[in-house]
């Protein structure tokens, strides 16, 4: 449970006290977000910057069976989707029975424009026999379609629906082998708990030359796109990145970052325009990139550019508190507004229940 003392100082129950990508110690607490209520009890959870390796990441983070519970077929992910993985799947079996060409003059203009990106750096539209994909998330499938399409030999790691294996091989986890010619890492890894430790996997999972396409929400771009929920969150958008952040954890996963993918055209299709998205191109390599140096900064930059762009002038001079204490100050107004709810129905119903007298 969260613990406010007579000082409103915030702590929380299984706080980090070392970042979950590189593991340094070297961490500071950088603002504070409200959150539905937590199974801990927590309403609110702290933003945390990693000095070492420029991490941002809330704090505490989900427990390992609530990420992977959310994630089952079960689970809160896919309960939103279930209607839209039906349709896809009736489609798909509908696609198989009839066997339509798969060509590439059937790429709709976002797929087109993405891959025309990625064919600068790989033989998208032109595998060599036997070439082997791994789309690490794959959800439904759409672009394991796509890419078989293409002559690719598709592979999916996906515990959320069954639907893309209709298609595709299903793994359970990231074959260690370097035996994959092309790994897709399409918004996932500001989904996990150790972002580090996925793309290590993913290295191990490539020969040597093979190619990581990977991207996630960019808070280098904060102050222009203005949607800090969706850099980074309470219980989804759990890891946040900068562009000096993902290319240092590329380096030390032993890739070396070949490409930024952020034409303005992919921003308008994908993005109505805003750069919300961070798209890199990396190869592994025997000789990765050096790590950056202070990894940290251009978050910062961006989060304080952002506040002075989109706060009031009360909201920033609350920002001079220490972070604990405006931590507690939330955690405080929203255990009285729960209160005040509870009162407003007790008193509710009693009206109601002698409403006849």
Known sequence: MPSVDEGWWLTLER??????????????????????KSPDGNRVVFVTGCRACGLLFTNPLP?????VQYYQPDGRWASVRAERIRRLEAIEARRQRSRRARQKSRLRPRSRALFDALAAHLSVYDPPPGAKLLDFGCGDGKFLNKFQDLGWDTYGVEPSTDAAFVRHHRLHVAPQDGSFDFVFLNHVLEHVGAPLAVLE????????????????????????HGDLDYCISGRKHVM????????????????????????????????????????LVAVRTSSPDPLPVAPLAPALEALSQYVRISESVGARVRRLLPVRMR??????AAERRVLERRQARAEGSLDRGTGGT
Do not use: M, Y
Request: aromatic share 4%; glycine share 8%.
């Open 15 to 36: 706080e980090s006290s070392s970042c979950p990508a590189c593991e340094s110690p070297g961490i500071i607490l950088l603002d504070v977000l409200p959150i539905p």
């Open 63 to 67: 427990r390992h069976e609530e990420l």
């Open 201 to 224: 996997q993913l290295a191990a999972t490539l020969r040597i030359g093979g190619v990581l396409f990977v991207s996630v929400p960019r808070v280098d771009t904060l102050p222009v």
């Open 240 to 279: 946040c990145f900068s562009e000096t952040c993902l290319r240092g954890l590329l380096a030390r996963a032993g890739f070396t970052t070949a490409a930024r993918l952020d034409t303005h055209e992919l921003d308008a299709i994908f993005t109505d325009g805003k750069p919300l998205r961070l798209r």
């Open 327 to 332: 931590g507690g100050l939330l955690e405080r």
